[in-house]
């Protein structure tokens, strides 16, 4: 079993910035790659950025320039620095890992439980 807990949200004004926080535990042989998706009420759950486990990035054309996804496998936790933040930034923010189980040999998924981050015109 693998858990993944995000932390770090809240509520900001337009222009702010949030730094949140997702800390993989468990049964972790390694991780692979990891992302950020958000879920704003009433809409589809969407990629906000990804990483690799070598550090390559991706990002959402709407986050591109203001968002940066990082990570440390050391401590297993995975950031996202949220910048000039806008209420259409308004969601739900999911992490999610695909993790090298240290008992199994195949990999699997696993999301974590959200962070609200609301941002105030």
């Known amino acids: 079993q693998v858990q993944l807990v995000e932390s770090g949200g809240g509520l900001v004004q337009a222009g702010g910035s949030l730094r949140l926080s997702c800390k993989a535990s468990?049964?972790?042989?390694?991780?692979?790659?990891m992302g950020w998706y958000r879920q704003a009420p009433g809409k589809q759950r969407d990629l906000v950025a990804t990483?690799?486990?070598?550090?390559?990035?991706n990002y959402a054309d709407s986050v591109k320039g203001r968002f940066n996804i990082a990570r440390d496998n050391a401590k297993n936790t995975m950031y996202l620095q949220m910048n000039s933040l806008n209420p259409e930034d308004t969601a739900v923010y999911y992490c999610?890992?695909?993790?090298?189980?240290?008992?199994?040999?195949?990999?699997?998924?696993?999301w974590g439980q959200g962070t609200q981050v609301t941002v105030s015109s």
């Open positions: 999610t890992a695909n993790v090298q189980l240290l008992s199994l040999h195949t990999a699997h998924d696993y």
């Open positions: 468990g049964d972790i042989r390694s991780i692979n790659a």
């Open positions: 990483v690799t486990s070598g550090g390559s990035t």
